[in-house]
């Protein structure tokens, strides 16, 4: 008795070809700027509808990560409307991002204004540019 088996294209692409996380949480509608300003790194995340009890920063490890979860509605409050259209939901979302530099998270400081999140990290000592005296003879 001859045996088949069924062949699967997709068993031949690397191991984490499909692994798709970072790139579908970058399409995500929570856009998110990182860049360097003098001694600091800005962390940038735009959050409408969100409030500021409803986003928790957080960095481990050389990474930042900003998690909003906005409250529900209560369900009472909603069986007393009489929906034509209902499209704004509440979510929830998650960003993380590797920082390019190593910071000092314990002086880290945020603010949150118009739906913005602002993170700004200082650089730790080793990751600052120095200064090298040259002598000239």
Same mark, same amino acid.
């Given at each position: 008795?001859?045996?088949?088996?069924?062949? $699967?294209?997709?068993?031949?692409?690397?191991?984490?070809?499909?692994?798709?996380?970072?790139?579908?949480?970058?399409?995500?509608?929570?856009?998110?700027?990182?860049?360097?300003?003098?001694? #600091?790194?800005?962390?940038?995340? @735009?959050?409408?509808?969100? @409030?500021?009890?409803?986003?928790?920063?957080?960095?481990?490890?050389? @990474?930042?990560?900003?998690?909003? $979860?906005?409250? #529900?509605?209560?369900? %009472? %409050?909603?069986?007393?409307?009489?929906?034509?259209?209902?499209?704004?939901?509440?979510?929830?979302?998650?960003?993380?991002?590797?920082?390019?530099?190593?910071?000092?998270?314990?002086?880290? $400081?945020? $603010?949150? %204004?118009?739906?913005?999140?602002?993170?700004?990290?200082?650089?730790? %000592?080793?990751?600052?540019?120095? @200064?090298?005296?040259?002598?000239?003879?």
């Amino acid at each position: 008795m001859r045996r088949l088996s069924v062949w $699967n294209p997709w068993g031949m692409l690397p191991k984490g070809f499909l692994d798709l996380d970072e790139e579908w949480e970058a399409m995500s509608d929570i856009e998110m700027d990182v860049y360097e300003e003098g001694d #600091q790194v800005v962390v940038k995340v @735009k959050a409408p509808g969100f @409030k500021k009890d409803e986003v928790d920063v957080s960095v481990e490890s050389g @990474k930042v990560t900003v998690v909003g $979860n906005a409250q #529900q509605e209560k369900e %009472e %409050e909603d069986k007393k409307r009489k929906y034509y259209r209902k499209e704004i939901s509440k979510s929830s979302f998650t960003r993380s991002c590797v920082l390019p530099v190593d910071v000092v998270p314990d002086k880290a $400081n945020a $603010n949150f %204004e118009d739906g913005v999140l602002t993170i700004t990290l200082p650089k730790s %000592e080793e990751a600052k540019p120095k @200064k090298i005296k040259v002598d000239v003879s």
